[in-house]
């Protein structure tokens, strides 16, 4: 299988997030918008909804420890693409 973040794969990433329990809202900027999933205690923002379903799944697996990797993933994968 191969999947492309496209608009397609909108609905499907919705309708994960309302399986599990979210309530999804707009947040409306005038010129532009962005989704709002909201449990329990938890707001989640994003500007479409493949992120904030990216968004769940962090909050899920790490809650308040979201950002308590101490090894940079992100700058350790380009550097191993592109080199130094």
């Not at 962005?34 to 329990?40: E, H, I, Q, R």
């Not at 994003?46 to 992120?51: F, G, Q, R, T, V």
Request: with cysteine; net charge negative.
């Amino acid at each position: 299988m191969k999947l492309t973040d496209t608009m397609n794969t909108y609905n499907p990433a919705l309708g994960i997030i309302l399986e599990k329990g979210y309530k999804i809202n707009i947040i409306d900027h005038e010129e532009s918008f962005d989704w709002l999933a909201t449990k329990d205690k938890n707001e989640l923002i994003a500007s479409d909804p493949l992120k904030l379903l990216a968004l769940i799944l962090i909050c899920e697996e790490k809650g308040e420890e979201w950002n308590s990797y101490s090894k940079n993933f992100y700058d350790e994968i380009l550097k191993d693409f592109y080199g130094e």
